[in-house]
Structures are given as C-alpha cells and as structure tokens.
C-alpha cells in the first residue's frame, strides 16, 4: 500500500496516515530526493545511505523510473507517486501534493501513456488517474500532444511538422500489438469519460493513414464502441455524447464514419463482432457529412 518502516516510525511527526479515512501522506522532500537519484545517474558513486533515505518516497522506484525512459527530476516523481499509491484517487492526490511547477506537472501525460503501454495487461487505473489531472486544461493538451507525436512517430505526416528523435523511439514501441493496444485503450476510455474528445483525431485523414496507426484507430474504436454499450436511450445518449462532436470537424466525421464502415466491420479484435448495433449508431451520429464510397 505504499507504506513503509519510514511511516511508522515517523508517526508521531507525520501522523498514521495509513489507516482508512486518514489524509494522504505528502511526499516530504520528493523533488529533492529525485535530484539526489537522477543526479546519480551517469555517475559512478554509489551512496547506500542516500538510497536509504529515498526509501519513504521513492522506494526501488527511480531505478524502475529509468528503464521506462524517465530521467527528469518530475518524471521520476511522478512515477513514484503513482507507483506507491493505494488507489487511482490516491495516486493523483500523491501528484498534486509533488507541488511541481506548472510546466513539469504536464510531465505527468508522458507517464502515464509510457506506464500504461508497458502493462501486460491493460490496467484503468491510469485513465482513471489521468480523468482526474485532464480538470487541468494544460495536461488535456498535453495528452493530446502526446497523441500526435505517437501518431507522427508511427509515420503520419501532421500539419507538416518533421519527426523528432523522441517521436521516432515512442513510434517504434507503438509498432508492438500489447503496448498499442493498452494505449489505444487508455485513451478511448479519456474520450469515452468526457476528458478529452474524438477529435483528437483531427490530424488523422482515416482513410489514408498507414498500417500502424490503422491498428490503433481501431483498437481505439472498438473500445470507444465497447464503453457505449448500453439500453435503449442510454446507449443512445452514450454514442451521441462520444461520436457527436466529430460533427465539428467535416473531414474527421467524413473519416470516422468511413473507419467504422469499412474497417470496423472486420474487425478481428476480441469483442468487435457483437459491437454491430452500437457502431451502427456510431456511423448515424456522424452521417450527415460522411463522405461517399
């Protein structure tokens, strides 16, 4: 649960904040105690004590943090406030209390897509976590940046713009089925959620995108239709609300409709065949400027 000999011995300073109904714990010093962490990265001391003394907040956490690719002071943090967490609602209460400068609190979009597409399996917790940063606007941006460099590093050309080395190696660990999948999952359930919106896809002309973003596109759809489901006028409600705003944007609604026509209804992946009566309603949601063929 996160809690360690450090919390128990600090109890009388600190407070029990383990038992149910207590208040989270602050991480005392955790931006300091990153620093000391990634300070040592490329170095050859080796400082028993001070691994000690990340014990509390940061406990085995900063050398995982690497192999994920995390190797700023906020990313490390972040990493191990999620990490230690009890729950997703602790979890992002364990971010905010990081008290990190405006700038690096968006640091928490690469995270969050790096971790959840490095799950064997698909784990919510990180959208649910995510649900919650996404009430401040500037990390809603920052997990739709996040999308578009995924999207520009599996080769879509966006607005013009040149792939950077980042996108490149982010592009290639999209190429893998499960690390696309879960992230593809992880977002549909943003949109489905109300978080973040369908036109996130606006840079994409759907019809003409390539293999590995056509893989993603339609994990992507197949969990949005999934999160719809429902009975009669809530199911309704449901696709309006998700697949409505693609109205918006002519060319996205052109594009979507055509996915779910022709891709969608063949669709392999574990589920999509008993997904015909939602995505139906998909496709009349955005019917009134599909494009034709």
Not at 248 to 262: D, I, M, Q, V, Y
Not at 270 to 292: F, P, S, Y
Request: aromatic letters at 8%; a negative charge.
């Amino acid at each position: 649960m996160g809690m360690g000999l450090d919390d128990v011995e600090g109890a009388e300073t600190h407070g029990k904040w383990w038992p149910v109904g207590a208040s989270v714990p602050v991480y005392r010093e955790a931006i300091e105690r990153a620093k000391n962490v990634t300070g040592r990265r490329d170095g050859d001391q080796e400082d028993a004590t001070d691994d000690e003394d990340m014990d509390f907040v940061l406990p085995d956490y900063p050398k995982k943090a690497r192999a994920q690719g995390f190797s700023t002071t906020a990313q490390v943090a972040i990493f191990a406030a999620l990490m230690s967490a009890n729950d997703y609602e602790h979890g992002y209460q364990q971010y905010t209390n990081l008290k990190l400068k405006k700038d690096e609190q968006l640091e928490i979009a690469r995270v969050l897509v790096q971790c959840v597409g490095s799950e064997a399996q698909y784990n919510e917790y990180y959208a649910l976590v995510g649900r919650q940063a996404c009430a401040n606007s500037r990390v809603r941006f920052a997990l739709q940046d996040r999308l578009w460099r995924m999207f520009r590093g599996l080769g879509e050309s966006l607005f013009g713009e040149e792939v950077e080395d980042e996108e490149t190696v982010d592009g290639e660990r999209m190429k893998g089925e499960r690390r696309a999948s879960n992230v593809a999952r992880f977002y549909a359930s943003l949109v489905a959620d109300g978080a973040l919106s369908i036109n996130n896809l606006k840079p994409l002309e759907l019809p003409e995108v390539n293999r590995w973003t056509s893989l993603f596109v339609e994990g992507f759809m197949v969990s949005l239709l999934q999160k719809c489901k429902g009975k009669g006028l809530e199911e309704d409600a449901n696709v309006e609300r998700v697949f409505g705003p693609a109205r918006e944007l002519p060319s996205l609604a052109a594009g979507t409709h055509w996915f779910l026509r022709k891709k969608l209804c063949k669709s392999k992946l574990v589920g999509a065949r008993r997904l015909d009566r939602v995505r139906e309603k998909a496709q009349a949601a955005v019917q009134a400027v599909a494009m034709d063929g």
